[in-house]
């Protein structure tokens, strides 16, 4: 199996007005840090618009982390079981190559068939772990997504209020954005605040 397949990947997040995109800016810098969040936001004709760098996000977000882990984790599982399940055949159908000569025609044909069936049923479950793998990504990726709409919702309602929230990054459509409206330190603090609250409550 292709690991890279299984590997999570948050770059482009569409999270309500945290919209999926990059910017030229990189990951916060000290400098950003410096400003605030009631500083942060332009005021565009009446409305005030601030930035969250998804690649940053990604980067720092450590239920990303936790999730890339847990999916190497569950990768290497399954590909351990369809290793062990393929060795067993291949000396399974290496001792038919010994003692087929010695059967009879009747006893040879059932042994193959045995032997083909298996090799399908090998092949048909490493295509079913494959779609649960697929599966448990898309569905981790939806939890990611869920956690940091419903952080940007309320992070916005208590600090912010902003009229809107837009996403930067490598694949952004946002072409240049002042550093003034960077809000990513702040986000990226309170995602990794809650989500480790949340971890802990869990144990």
Known sequence: MNKNVFKISVLCLSVGMLTCG?????????KDVAVSVAEAG?????LTIATVN?????QGYQMVADIQQELVRTESRLTADIQNQANAFQ????????IGA???LSEQHKREEQLQQKQ????????????QLVSLQAQRMEEV???ILSFIEKFNRENGQFGMI???GKQSGVLYSLPSMDITSAVLRGLNEEYAAEKASRK
């Open 22 to 30: 990059c910017g030229q800016k990189g990951p916060a810098t000290g």
């Open 166 to 168: 837009v996403s930067t």
């Open 54 to 58: 998804i690649d940053s996000i990604n």
């Open 120 to 131: 399908q049923s090998i092949a048909e479950l490493q295509q079913t772990y494959a779609n």
């Open 91 to 98: 000396k399974e159908y290496d001792n038919y190559l010994k």
């Open 102 to 104: 010695t059967l009879t």
């Open 42 to 46: 332009i005021p565009v004709s009446g």
């Open 145 to 147: 997504s869920n956690s």
